[in-house]
């Protein structure tokens, strides 16, 4: 599948905030906001107000960037949050908060949800005790996901399982196995991310 090969920093600046997609680096005096808080490009520097269009366009841009989609897949999850009751923009949310690569990021299997992304995809993880190496495959309540077996000995997961990491109350992790469990369904307060999916959907109703 199509992915974004680019440089990392430089969605960030574009978005004018950081979106943690390089880890460690993000939190560093390296971090690309920190140093140039501004846009890429020649007109980077340039103020211009933005019309309604422009602000719901970067939100749907920001939300695409944080969790590592294109255009296409990301409509396509749109596109199903509409088909299922309740609340469009926390539908959308709620499905892109329950990929597999975004769980493996939130039980602090990865400094980055891009970090996360490959690890699945080198096989490093098991649902309910079977292999599962596609990032977009969509965890459900009871699924436990946990780091192979052959992968244990790795100093990679050592290293993450001795670090101190927050996580979401939907989900139940157990450093000592590596191994994390999903309780029940992420709800809006448990997304930690600013975006405004209200004005996604605005975007996508035009």
């Known amino acids: 599948m199509a992915r974004y090969t680019g ?3 430089r969605l960030c600046r574009r978005e004018g905030q950081k979106l943690y997609l390089k880890g460690e680096r993000c939190y560093s005096d390296k971090c ?3 140093k140039r808080g501004y846009a890429p490009g020649q007109h980077g520097q340039g103020r211009k107000k933005l019309s309604n269009y422009g602000l719901q ?5 920001k939300a695409k960037r944080y969790y590592g989609l294109l255009e296409t897949q990301f409509r396509k999850y749109f596109d199903r949050a509409e088909t299922l009751a309740g609340i469009t923009g926390e539908n959308l949310l709620r ?3 329950t990929r597999l690569d975004n769980v493996v990021y939130r039980m602090g299997f990865g ?3 891009k970090e996360a992304r490959q690890l699945v995809r080198h096989g490093h993880f098991t649902v309910n005790g079977k292999k599962v190496d596609i990032p977009s495959y969509e965890v459900s309540v009871g699924d436990v996901i946990k780091v192979k ?10 290293e993450m399982a001795e670090a101190a990491t927050t996580v979401p109350k939907w989900i139940e992790t157990n450093s000592e196995n590596l191994e ?4 029940s369904l992420p709800v809006r307060e448990d997304v930690d991310l600013p975006i405004l ?8 109703s035009r």
């Open 7 to 9: 440089p990392s920093c």
């Open 32 to 34: 690309a906001v920190s």
């Open 57 to 61: 366009l970067r939100e749907k841009q």
């Open 95 to 97: 499905l892109l908060e």
């Open 111 to 113: 400094t980055s949800r």
């Open 149 to 158: 077996e052959k992968s244990v000995s790795s100093p990679k997961f050592k």
């Open 180 to 183: 994390g469990k999903v309780v």
């Open 197 to 204: 999916e209200h004005l996604i959907v605005e975007l996508y």
